[in-house]
């Protein structure tokens, strides 16, 4: 895939607000300082599309880019950002969920995993609850270029073996690199195939 054309539409505070255009949507989701906003411009070679910043836990609302008029990217607020008050940490969480669980146009979630770092409880409680209430979702793991190649796979093998003791079928993941575009084409293709598959053979 190619993406010649992204453009911020609208940031959502409630998923009532969101478009209602019935264009499939791709969102992005990750614990706070993951490399989200990185991540999202590297993926439409767009730098100031998404709005990256050294403070954790910026995104707080539902954000929609539409990519070459087709569909969605989604960017959604990060979990586990503890430095949020309690009653801002609870309606984000509950926003998220709505999302997730409620919009019927997404059609998959990217989950973003630092690939430096072993499985964290709070990465863990959210891909098991993903998978009890039968959300489809891939897991990215970012920052590669922090490790070299050897590494992260070893990591990323890891980290997915560490699954295993609760999931029979495991979800598929990639590895990326925003710093030196590790992944994009991958990324990208892997939406296109679903793109097409979901034309041929409906949603």
């Not at 409880?121 to 009890?132: P, V």
Request: aromatic content about 10%; proline content about 4%.
């Amino acid at each position: 895939m190619e993406i010649k054309k992204s453009e911020f539409v609208v940031s959502s505070p409630t998923v009532s607000k969101c478009p209602t255009d019935n264009k499939y949507e791709y969102a992005f989701i990750g614990r706070s300082n993951v490399g989200k906003s990185s991540l999202i411009n590297m993926l439409c070679a767009h730098k100031g599309l998404a709005k990256t910043s050294s403070k954790p836990g910026k995104t707080l609302l539902i954000n929609h880019f539409i990519i070459n008029n087709e569909w969605y990217l989604v960017d959604l607020p990060g979990y586990g950002y503890a430095k949020q008050s309690k009653a801002v940490q609870k309606k984000l969480q509950q926003m998220i969920s709505q999302y997730i669980l409620q919009r019927e146009q997404l059609i998959n979630l990217f989950v973003l995993i630092d690939i430096r770092h072993p499985q964290q409880k709070i990465d863990r409680e959210f891909i098991d609850w993903l998978g009890a209430s039968q959300v489809p979702f891939t897991i990215i793991f970012t920052k590669a270029d922090k490790l070299g190649p050897v590494a992260a796979q070893k990591n990323a093998s890891a980290w997915m073996k560490a699954l295993q003791d609760a999931w029979e079928e495991l979800p598929p993941y990639f590895i990326t690199s925003a710093e030196k575009k590790i992944g994009r084409d991958d990324v990208l293709n892997y939406i296109d195939q679903i793109n097409e598959s979901l034309d041929t053979n409906g949603k």
